[in-house]
């Protein structure tokens, strides 16, 4: 059974920062992309970063560009999304996703292209 496991998540205050980890279990993502969504309450999930399968192309949703950092690591099987200053409207359950093809050259926002999902965690920023 595959599964995508989030982790570091919480609650943090305004300014502060957060780490998330994906770890896959059950096969190895090393040839897809990974893509980290959010969704708030009322919200669509959208994308906040997303790492092609080298690591070598990556695209932010424009509300945490020069926050946030995505960034793989496919000898761990790991994949972690770096967030700092951390704004209150960042406050969102935050998903890891892999890719549903194989070798995509630049990562899709569109969750319809993501074939395995994480159950979230939750990332609270509030005072």
């Known amino acids: 059974q595959v599964q995508l496991v989030e982790s570091g998540g919480g609650l943090v205050a305004p300014g502060g920062s957060l780490r998330l980890s994906c770890a896959p279990s059950?096969?190895?993502?090393?040839?897809?992309?990974m893509g980290w969504f959010r969704q708030a309450p009322g919200n669509e999930r959208e994308l906040v970063a997303g790492v092609n399968w080298r690591g070598a192309n990556i695209r932010y949703s424009d509300s945490v560009k020069g926050r946030f950092t995505i960034s793989r690591d496919n000898a761990e099987n790991t994949v972690y999304l770096q967030m700092d200053s951390l704004k209150p409207e960042d406050t969102a359950v935050y998903y890891c996703?892999?890719?549903?093809?194989?070798?995509?050259?630049?990562?899709?926002?569109?969750?319809?292209?993501?074939?395995?999902w994480g159950q979230g965690t939750q990332v609270t920023v509030s005072s």
């Open positions: 059950g096969r190895t993502f090393s040839s897809r992309a």
């Open positions: 996703a892999a890719d549903r093809l194989d070798g995509r050259n630049r990562p899709s926002p569109d969750p319809l292209e993501y074939e395995y």
